[in-house]
């Protein structure tokens, strides 16, 4: 499916002569606004940017003998992108409409983002991409155009005018690598926190017989943990119980304290897929069972491939995820069964500490790890882990 991406500067939202502001965050199905059908009065702000997108099932529509394309119709609003004015409008069933000053319109199907390291002449080159889709190529965002920075964080901490920047690199058809002659990295590394979600899924819950949390359970790794889709994994000697969990992570691009639930969207950037590797041991009978030695071992978050942006995925919180070990599928569910969901998540941490450009929040994982079967099973040397989630990828690591 491809999307229309529309990097907006500002928006009103005007009835009966009265402006009201209107922050819209992303799309909620194939054409629909996550739109607040009873306005309140808001401030925007000429450097504030938000992401709109649509699919491409659009017509051509004429209103007043003026010519208008994208045009988009559902039980709640009529949108239009009028091609001479530069702007998009959208009128909804209660006569409000929102008159944006687009800055940039693009047709890029997927974003999907991607750190590398590129080897030539015995320099090792560190870069910012974005995965070409149903290819084997890369644009090298950085050599395409040297204001964007070469780490996703930076990425992240700057200007919203770095993706319009990226959108019209992938769109210049230049600065293509080959995906085998860079090592993918992590998609983000050094973030200012890694946060982990606990007993998060309904059915792993259950495998364990204890009862849904109410609230979330909250812990962390250290960003140390953190290594590439690919690389391998040290087998520590201090743990003889090393353990596989997939898990769905997302990742913050704008920063928040206290965040209302109405805009907890707007403060995620993308997805990534996460393996939260664990010494079981260490985190259920040693260290007074407080968790993070079992959690925070070296290579012990493999993160990747890439980063989806959250506009090229329809419902986060209905996607399949799996992990197997050597070929063999250990943990198979699907993200629709999260306690606590993405938006509750953010809401919630953001009550205690300011959520951060780059912030990654992995959100727990599905029944079928391995201290909870009967007998328990745990990871070798020379295992294989595969963790996938559909829509965002597969990260493959040898446990060494």
């Known amino acids: 499916m491809c999307f229309h991406h529309f990097f907006v500067r500002s928006a009103t939202v005007i009835s009966k002569g009265k402006e009201y502001g209107m922050l819209i965050n992303r799309t909620a199905n194939n054409a629909n606004f996550l739109l607040n059908h009873s306005p309140r009065p808001v401030s925007f702000y000429s450097s504030s940017y938000c992401t709109f997108s649509f699919s491409t099932q659009a017509t051509t529509a004429t209103a007043s003998g003026t010519a208008y394309n994208l045009w988009w119709?559902?039980?709640?609003?009529?949108?239009?992108?009028?091609?001479?004015q530069n702007r998009l409008k959208t009128i909804n069933k209660n006569g409000y409409y929102i008159q944006t000053q687009l800055l940039h319109t693009s047709r890029v199907d997927n974003m999907k983002f991607v750190q590398f390291l590129r080897t030539s002449n015995g320099t090792q080159t560190?870069?910012?991409?974005?995965?070409?889709?149903?290819?084997?190529?890369?644009v090298d965002l950085s050599a395409a155009d040297p204001t964007i920075p070469t780490d996703m964080k930076t990425f992240l901490e700057g200007s919203r005018t770095h993706l319009v920047t990226a959108l019209r690199a992938v769109e210049s058809n230049t600065d293509r690598i080959k995906k085998e002659d860079v090592q993918l990295l992590a998609p983000i590394t050094q973030p200012d926190k890694l946060i982990c979600i606990g007993m998060n899924y309904q059915d792993h819950c259950a495998e364990q017989n204890v009862k849904v949390p109410v609230e979330p359970v909250i812990f962390s790794k250290f960003s140390s943990c953190i290594i590439g889709p690919h690389d391998d994994i040290p087998y520590p000697e201090e743990t003889e119980e090393l353990d596989w969990e997939v898990e769905l992570a997302f990742v913050i691009g704008k920063e928040g304290k206290k965040i209302a639930a109405k805009d907890a969207m707007s403060h995620v950037f993308g997805y990534t897929v996460a393996h939260d590797v664990s010494a079981r041991d260490w985190q259920m009978k040693k260290n007074g069972r407080q968790w993070l030695l079992g959690k925070s071992m070296d290579g012990f978050c493999p993160l990747g491939?890439?980063?989806?942006?959250?506009?090229?995925?329809?419902?986060?919180?209905?996607?399949?995820?799996?992990?197997?070990?050597?070929?063999?599928i250990?943990?198979?569910?699907?993200?629709?069964?999260?306690?606590h969901g993405i938006e509750k998540l953010v809401v919630y941490l953001s009550r205690f500490f300011t959520l951060k450009p780059g912030d990654v929040i992995i959100t727990g994982t599905p029944p079928g790890v391995g201290v909870f079967r009967n007998p328990p099973e745990f990871l070798k040397k020379g295992d294989v882990v595969t963790c996938e989630i559909d829509e965002i990828g597969s990260i493959t690591n040898k446990i060494i």
């Open 73 to 84: 119709n559902n039980p709640h609003c009529h949108y239009y992108y009028h091609t001479q």
């Open 330 to 339: 250990k943990q198979e569910s699907n993200t629709c069964n999260l306690v």
């Open 305 to 328: 491939p890439c980063i989806v942006m959250k506009e090229n995925i329809m419902n986060p919180e209905n996607l399949g995820i799996r992990c197997s070990v050597n070929g063999i």
């Open 126 to 138: 560190r870069g910012l991409g974005v995965e070409l889709p149903l290819s084997d190529e890369i």
